[in-house]
């Protein structure tokens, strides 16, 4: 297999190198506080059967990843849920299952590879709490050294995680874009690898590892595949993963792919509307996908336009809602990012074909952030003492 880089803009081709991140030329065009312009997809050239290996359709060889067992996450069958709804061929991908909790790893895990293979050990990243914890946890499994740029309001679990990971954490007085700016600036001055989601081309491309091992468990692509979306770079990562299954002659078509924002934090969802990102500041609940400017807004952009997917919005209560029913109803315990995605199959399940393969993205193991999932249940306040005491409850 042979692998390069090419811009999702401009088309030009390069090699893969160190530090390569953005296309060099379509990244001039950059306007501030706009999603990156000249995004580098890897591109594969080779063949292979159903059976390959999914290290073999990445670009850095097997030898360079880090000995922490990142990905092959279980794709769920949830009864209950399947009786309940309908949907005989539902299913849920469970990405909390990896190493640190949430699906950044499969990110993390190849940049943490190129980062060996091109001898550099310090990788620097800004995060709303999973990237930066993941990228600690599989960084101390490879020896790097990991410096980690954190909004003030992070849940403690994902600060609490990237410290246990022994990561030199700086928190920020501001926002995840405040963060992401300052560990640019970082970069700049101490050199190293940036992990900046979509920035560096890796952290899409270990994305498609979801899709590529999906196809393997279901022994075909799915119909439908629910994403939450906050810079848009799993959305990309699926799309890269089915492309590229495509390209192989593997599949015959891409699946549709619905991406799934919370209401109040939805630029990717107006810009599929009306074509523009316009930054405006954003809250949810679901503080994964609590993101102003989508990094990777414009090529998501592209790629949902091409390949005919869609962008709804759920609300906080519905994010929290599902989130409760996900977990009463499977066992599933997911944080409200990955809950959201969930959220979006309950608000359009009626306009889906029952009979579809459907595969909903759990994107976070929920004891990520328990304050928020406190919203979604009842936390008995009364104390008791003896048995007796039930009954009076
Ligand atoms: C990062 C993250 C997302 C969203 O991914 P984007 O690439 O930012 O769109 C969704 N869920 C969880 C749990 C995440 O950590």
Redesign the pocket.
């Known amino acids: 297999m042979k692998f390069n880089y090419r811009c999702t803009t401009c088309s030009t081709s390069y090699e893969i190198a160190a530090k390569s991140t953005v296309c060099p030329i379509c990244s001039k065009q950059q306007q501030e506080d706009q999603p990156l312009t000249g995004i580098l997809e890897v591109e594969l050239q080779g063949e292979v059967d159903g059976n390959f290996d999914i290290f073999d359709l990445l670009p850095i060889e097997r030898k360079y990843f880090p000995p922490i067992p990142v990905g092959d996450s279980p794709l769920w069958k949830p009864a209950n849920l399947r009786h309940s709804t309908g949907f005989k061929n539902l299913f849920i991908k469970d990405d909390g299952a990896n190493p640190t909790a949430?699906?950044?790893d499969r990110a993390s895990f190849l940049v943490s590879a190129a980062a060996k293979k091109f001898n550099i050990t310090d990788i620097t990243l800004a995060s709303?709490g999973?990237?930066g914890s993941s990228m600690a946890g599989i960084g101390a499994a490879a020896g790097q050294n990991i410096t980690l740029f954190l909004p003030e309001t992070a849940p403690p679990a994902k600060l609490v995680q990237a410290l246990q990971y022994g990561a030199t954490v700086y928190r920020v007085n501001g926002n995840y874009d405040k963060a992401y700016d300052l560990s640019m600036e970082f970069s700049k001055q101490k050199g190293g690898i940036n992990r900046n989601?979509a920035y560096n081309p890796l952290t899409i491309e270990g994305k498609k590892t979801v899709s590529l091992e999906i196809y393997k468990q279901l022994e075909k692509a799915p119909d439908v595949v629910f994403v939450?979306?906050?810079?848009?770079?799993?959305?990309a990562g699926v799309y890269k993963g089915f492309k590229d299954l495509k390209k192989l002659g593997l599949i015959p078509k891409i699946p549709k792919i619905i991406g799934v924002q919370a209401e109040n934090s939805d630029a990717l969802t107006r810009a599929f509307k009306t074509g523009k990102f316009v930054n405006i500041p954003t809250s949810t609940v679901a503080d994964?996908?609590c993101?102003d400017v989508p990094r990777?807004g414009v090529h998501a952009l592209a790629q949902l336009k091409k390949y005919n997917g869609e962008m709804i919005t759920v609300s906080d209560d519905e994010i929290i809602q599902a989130q409760a029913d996900l977990s009463s109803s499977t066992g599933l315990f997911t944080?409200p990012?990955?809950a959201t995605a969930f959220a979006g199959f309950q608000k359009i399940a009626s306009d889906l074909d029952q009979n579809g393969v459907v595969v909903i993205l759990a994107?976070?193991n929920g004891l990520k952030d328990s304050t928020s999932a406190t919203l979604g249940i009842e936390v008995p306040q009364q104390l008791i003492n003896t048995i007796d005491d039930i009954k009076n409850i």
């Open positions: 949430s699906f950044k709303t999973n990237a989601t939450s979306v906050g810079d848009g770079c799993i959305i994964s996908i993101v990777n944080e990012a990955g994107t976070g």
